[in-house]
């Protein structure tokens, strides 16, 4: 038998199925760590399946996108009521450098900050251009320079909104973006 591999049912006896491989070597086997993809051209690419947004897929322990498998693999499960979020704004980003966790509203005023809300912006459905807007930027900058100085009725009659507004712009819950 010298020169001959060894085989068991017509595979090589160092043959290794999918099924056979541990979850982690399946989902790196995946991922391609080569300098020059992303923003900054540190991210790591998901090669596999990918939903229509350009998110990974993997299927493991659970199913799900490939940017929150790698965040519970490297820091444990995601708290309820947070999302995983990309830093590199990279869908198909899994470098858990890139990853952190925040709410979904912080989630989509940090899509908005960045201007990747073009659905908003085309659409004039965002700040001062949104066709129901009582507030320019301007007046809107002035209220927060206001703060608490005065009471939130007072500047609400001010400029003629509710005093939720008021609130709100004070406390960035809206007009984030500014």
């Known amino acids: 038998m010298a020169g001959r591999h060894r085989e068991k049912n017509g595979l090589p006896l160092n ?8 979850e982690e070597e399946r989902f790196f086997e995946k991922v391609d760590k080569t300098p020059g993809h992303g923003p900054d ?21 659970t199913t799900g996108k490939a940017h929150i498998w790698m965040y ?20 198909a980003c899994v470098n858990p450098d890139h990853l952190t966790t925040d709410t979904h509203h912080e989630n989509i005023l940090d899509c908005v900050r960045k201007g990747r809300s ?12 949104h066709r129901m807007a009582k507030l320019d930027n301007e007046k809107v900058l ?22 939720t507004t008021v609130s709100n712009i004070i406390n960035r819950k809206r007009w984030a973006h500014l």
């Open 142 to 163: 002035e209220i927060r320079k206001i703060g608490y100085s005065q009471t939130f009725e007072e500047t609400a009659k001010q400029f003629g909104v509710s005093k």
């Open 15 to 22: 043959f290794r199925s999918q099924y056979q491989k541990s």
């Open 41 to 61: 051209g540190d991210c790591w690419i998901w090669t596999g399946s990918k939903t229509g947004k350009g998110y990974g897929g993997f299927r493991g322990s």
């Open 72 to 91: 519970q693999h490297m820091h444990g499960d995601v708290s309820a009521g947070l999302e995983v979020m990309h830093s590199c704004d990279e869908p």
């Open 118 to 129: 073009k659905h908003w912006k085309e659409n004039g459905f965002f700040g001062e251009n």
